[in-house]
Nanobody
Framework: VQLVESGGGLVQPGGSLRLSCAAS????????MSWYRQTPGKERELVAS????????NYAGSMKGRFTISRDNAKSTVYLQMNSLKPEDTAVYYC?????????????WGQGTQVTVSS
């Protein structure tokens, strides 16, 4: 299983970024996906989740209306469109999935991509 994020960077407040997570090594089209983020000294927090078909979306409260999670099953890629970015959105953003095998849940994380919102 491999999750590779890209698209992070430095952006001014009010700006936008689109993160991508390219997945491989598992049946992507039948697997739910999520984005998390983490800042130094804080626990990793859920940003958004998307079901395998894209029919169910879930967002953390502070991200609703500003962030959009989507996926392209043909490309095995999940996206996070982030608009109206705020300095408090500065964090390392991680792609995540859980795969169940023999009744056991296995968690997989990408390496993370840094998003910095600053003027």
């Amino acid at each position: 299983v491999q999750l590779v994020e890209s698209g992070g960077g430095l952006v001014q407040p009010g700006g936008s970024l689109r993160l991508s997570c390219a997945a491989s090594g598992f049946p992507f089209s039948t697997t739910d996906m999520s984005w998390y983020r983490q800042t130094p000294g804080k626990e990793r927090e859920l940003v958004a989740s998307i079901s395998s078909t894209g029919g169910y979306l879930n967002y953390a409260g502070s991200m609703k209306g500003r962030f959009t999670i989507s996926r392209d099953n043909a490309k095995s890629t999940v996206y996070l469109q982030m608009n109206s970015l705020k300095p408090e959105d500065t964090a390392v953003y991680y792609c995540y999935t859980a795969i169940y095998s023999n009744g056991r849940r296995n968690d997989y994380w990408g390496q993370g991509t840094q998003v910095t919102v600053s003027s």
